[in-house]
């Protein structure tokens, strides 16, 4: 069973230019996170959709914005790029299934891809 | 707000020996926690999940417990070996209405064979 996959691996660009990156879910999940992972913040939550909804947003600028498609897949765009957006985006799929399937308490086990290296020169 | 601490925030033990990694946070009213695994530039592998109706989980080597009401965590690994070198993450997932995963900083294992 394939896992999530993340594309591009690695980006580089320039301050004022903006970027899309992509999330694949395993097959079958259907709720996708994403997070930002800088060697000052450590990992931090930008936000999460289920069936194509954002459920939850962490506490980032409305520079960074995302949506799920109706097959899972996910993609986060940050625009007006800025140097301190330089880290690795991670993202992450679970199943989100339990007897109550909207109950935060029962959800499954989160499932992280690789990430994307993004540097901002 | 919930905050998540790990300490000891760097370890060295030598290839064999048992080790704990421990984690705290600071709002009980969580759904679960999961330790996370991360080598150098790589995404993060999970270890284990513990719901917060549950106070442990095993893992081959690996022993999670799970005190909500004193809002601690302990990751135990036994006989450790060198190829258990890598960060390790706790995350407690919690929120208002919402879920989200909290962070720790980490702790990075180093294994001396």
């Known amino acids: 069973k394939a896992g999530v996959t993340q594309t591009p691996r690695y980006l580089i660009k320039t301050r004022g230019q903006q970027v899309t990156l992509s999330c694949s879910p395993i097959?079958?999940?259907?709720?996708v996170s994403w997070y930002q992972q800088t060697p000052g913040q450590g990992l931090q939550f930008l936000f999460e959709?289920?069936?194509?909804?954002?459920?939850n947003k962490g506490n980032f600028p409305g520079r960074f914005s995302g949506r799920q498609f109706s097959n899972s897949r996910s993609e986060m765009n940050v625009s007006t790029l800025e140097l301190g957006d330089s880290a690795l985006y991670l993202c992450?799929?679970?199943?989100?299934?339990?007897?109550?399937?909207?109950?935060?308490?029962?959800?499954?086990?989160?499932?992280f891809g690789p990430g994307t290296r993004l540097t901002v020169l | 707000k919930q905050e998540v601490t790990q300490i000891p925030a760097a370890l060295s033990v030598p290839e064999g020996e048992n080790l704990v990694l421990n984690c705290s946070f600071t709002?009980?009213?969580?759904?679960?926690l999961q330790w996370f695994r991360q080598d150098p530039g790589k995404g993060l592998t999970s270890l284990l999940l513990?719901?917060?109706?549950?106070r442990e989980q095993t893992s081959g080597r690996l022993n999670a417990s799970l005190d909500k009401s004193s809002g601690r965590s302990t990751l135990y690994i036994a006989a450790s070996q060198p190829g258990d070198s890598a960060t390790y993450l706790c995350?407690?997932?919690?929120?208002?209405?919402?879920?989200?995963?909290?962070f720790g900083k980490g702790t990075k294992l180093s294994v001396i064979p």
């Open positions: 513990i719901q917060s109706s549950q």
């Open positions: 709002d009980s009213a969580i759904y679960n």
């Open positions: 959709y289920f069936s194509e909804t954002q459920r």
């Open positions: 992450a799929s679970s199943l989100a299934i339990g007897a109550r399937d909207l109950i935060y308490q029962y959800y499954n086990e989160q499932f």
């Open positions: 097959s079958g999940h259907r709720s």
């Open positions: 995350a407690v997932g919690s929120g208002a209405g919402s879920y989200q995963l909290t």
